[in-house]
């Protein structure tokens, strides 16, 4: 069973809290975080929860969006501004490619959204595992953070109503993936000898699982295989011929 939370980052105005915790009422999620919330959470926060007091109240402060990452298996980012085509950082799906993978899968998902008036930086997008945006006019894209989280809620709550529920299988663990995309960074630099290359391409395997359905036994196939060819070219390569193709750009 998929498990959800609501993460703010930075909040502005508390108003916007409360009609957070408001749309997260309607559709069933009960976790909020609040990292570094700039606003105090006072009447107005309140009057605008409604009968999504409870969520409020029981919100949970976090000090950084790193802190929050270790505690979920799925982390996706917001943005209103879609990357340019070969932007990996702000490479995004819609929120019905989103709500499509975490119907078939459980595990903790946490769903991130960005300030109201400079949203998520591009480090902080590069915490998440994936990035969703929601098409809009392109000229005036970037919706209010409450409306974007009730969007985002209502596509995710239409795709987990069905009334016939089938097992699901697990995802991996924030464990799980953190092992297989160092080795992913192992065996890019056993390869090219690149930091930025080798970043680029845990960067990319990141992006690509958080867009597809991963399962955990995926990802303990894919561990298995990049372990297994780092170690066998780790043992190889005091050969010439290795180190000849190593030297090359």
Same mark, same amino acid.
């Given at each position: 069973m998929?498990?959800l939370?609501v993460?703010l980052?930075?909040p502005?105005y508390?108003?916007?809290v409360?009609?957070?915790?408001?749309?997260?009422?309607?559709?069933?999620v009960?976790?909020?975080?609040l990292?570094n919330?700039?606003?105090?959470?006072?009447?107005e926060?309140?009057?605008?929860?409604m009968?999504?007091r409870?969520v409020l109240?029981?919100a949970?402060l976090?000090?950084?969006l790193?802190?929050?990452?270790?505690?979920y298996?799925l /982390?996706?980012?917001?943005t &209103? $501004?879609q990357?340019?085509? =070969?932007?990996?950082?702000?490479r995004f799906? *819609?929120? +019905?490619r !989103?709500?499509?993978? /975490?119907?078939?899968?459980? &595990? $903790?998902v946490?769903?991130? =959204?960005?300030?109201?008036?400079?949203?998520? *930086?591009? +480090?902080? !997008?590069?915490?998440?595992?994936?990035v969703?945006?929601i098409?809009?006019?392109?000229?005036?894209p970037?919706?209010?953070?409450?409306?974007a989280?009730?969007?985002v809620?209502?596509?995710i709550?239409?795709?987990?109503r069905?009334?016939?529920?089938?097992?699901k299988?697990?995802?991996p663990s924030?464990?799980?993936?953190?092992?297989?995309?160092?080795?992913?960074?192992?065996?890019?630099l056993l390869?090219w000898?690149?930091e930025t290359r080798?970043?680029?391409?845990?960067?990319?395997?990141?992006?690509?699982?958080?867009?597809?359905?991963?399962?955990?036994?995926d990802v303990?196939?894919l561990l298995?295989?990049?372990?297994e060819s780092y170690?066998?070219?780790?043992?190889?390569?005091t050969?010439?011929?290795l180190k000849?193709?190593r030297?090359?750009p």
């Amino acid at each position: 069973m998929v498990s959800l939370a609501v993460v703010l980052v930075e909040p502005l105005y508390e108003e916007n809290v409360g009609y957070t915790a408001r749309v997260m009422k309607n559709f069933g999620v009960e976790e909020l975080i609040l990292v570094n919330p700039r606003c105090e959470l006072g009447i107005e926060a309140v009057k605008r929860a409604m009968h999504g007091r409870d969520v409020l109240e029981r919100a949970r402060l976090a000090s950084s969006l790193d802190e929050v990452v270790k505690t979920y298996d799925l /982390v996706i980012g917001t943005t &209103g $501004k879609q990357g340019k085509k =070969f932007t990996q950082t702000r490479r995004f799906m *819609t929120p +019905e490619r !989103l709500a499509e993978k /975490v119907s078939k899968l459980g &595990g $903790k998902v946490a769903i991130v =959204f960005g300030r109201e008036d400079r949203g998520l *930086t591009n +480090e902080e !997008l590069r915490f998440c595992d994936g990035v969703v945006t929601i098409p809009a006019n392109p000229e005036y894209p970037i919706l209010n953070l409450s409306h974007a989280v009730a969007v985002v809620l209502y596509v995710i709550f239409r795709e987990l109503r069905p009334e016939v529920k089938l097992p699901k299988p697990s995802m991996p663990s924030r464990e799980e993936m953190m092992v297989l995309l160092e080795y992913v960074k192992r065996l890019s630099l056993l390869l090219w000898s690149s930091e930025t290359r080798a970043e680029r391409a845990v960067l990319i395997v990141k992006r690509f699982l958080s867009s597809c359905l991963t399962t955990r036994e995926d990802v303990r196939v894919l561990l298995g295989l990049i372990r297994e060819s780092y170690d066998r070219l780790s043992r190889l390569g005091t050969e010439p011929h290795l180190k000849a193709r190593r030297a090359q750009p």
